[in-house]
């Protein structure tokens, strides 16, 4: 099955940029999401498409995906940036929908 | 506003059932595939299963298939998770969520605030 390898922590200092990555064999072929979840909540949409960005979400947020990475950018961090983040994505050939196994972003 | 609401979780013994369900509004409902996902104390997004649209089509998780059934009500607006001979490892937070695929990407637009089910003698 398809895996996606995600750094378990990222600390960042209040107005520096958080970047996380999300490993997979060719993932730049594919589609990745990502998702933000804060404790106790569902997870939220926070770039779709490798690098869409839903509305209601800053443009703070950005993302990339090249090669065996995909890569998750968060400029100017805030406090409340602080959550968990998931990469994910559909693994056409095997019909198989595959999470990252989630990074915690710390703000120091 | 797309609501999606889980219910039917708790607290239950090895070997036995539960049934969750999820009640949607906002959208329409029968014109979306739909999935559960579920996330162990602690760790990441594992997903379950999903039905499509008419519920003519289910496809489960390897560690689920034979144990679980996916279904679902369109004239209830309502999405059901039926889940048999239940282990420890089952214990987790399930969401029900709506899925947006194109050709090229299924994306986890909407999610329940999800429901607990704790598996324990």
């Known amino acids: 099955s398809y895996v996606l390898t995600q750094p378990p922590s990222v600390s960042v200092a209040p107005g520096q940029t958080a970047r996380i990555t999300c490993g997979g064999n060719n993932i730049g072929s594919k589609n990745v999401n990502w998702y933000q979840q804060k404790p106790g909540q569902a997870p939220v949409v926070v770039v779709s498409a490798d690098s869409d960005r839903p509305s209601g979400i800053p443009e703070r947020f950005s993302g990339s995906n090249s090669g065996n990475t995909a890569t998750l950018t968060i400029s100017r961090v805030e406090g409340g940036d602080e959550a968990d983040y998931y990469c994910?994505?559909?693994?056409?050939?095997?019909?198989?929908?595959?999470f990252g196994s989630g990074t915690t972003v710390s703000v120091l | 506003q797309v609501q999606l609401v889980e219910s039917g979780g708790g607290v239950v013994r090895p070997g036995r059932s539960l049934r969750l369900s999820c009640a949607a509004s906002?959208?329409?409902?029968?014109?979306?595939?739909m999935h559960w996902v579920r996330q162990a104390p602690g760790k990441s997004l594992d997903w379950v299963a999903l039905t499509s649209y008419d519920g003519s089509e289910k496809f489960y998780a390897d560690s689920v298939k034979g144990r679980f059934a996916i279904s679902r009500d369109n004239s209830k607006n309502t999405l059901y998770l039926q889940m048999s001979s239940l282990r420890r490892d089952d214990t987790a937070v399930y969401y029900c969520?709506?899925?947006?695929?194109?050709?090229?990407?299924?994306?986890?637009?909407?999610w329940g605030q999800g429901t607990l089910v704790t598996v324990s003698s």
């Open positions: 994910q994505v559909w693994d056409r050939g095997r019909d198989q929908y595959v």
């Open positions: 906002g959208f329409t409902f029968s014109s979306y595939a």
């Open positions: 969520v709506r899925v947006d695929c194109t050709i090229t990407n299924c994306l986890f637009d909407y």
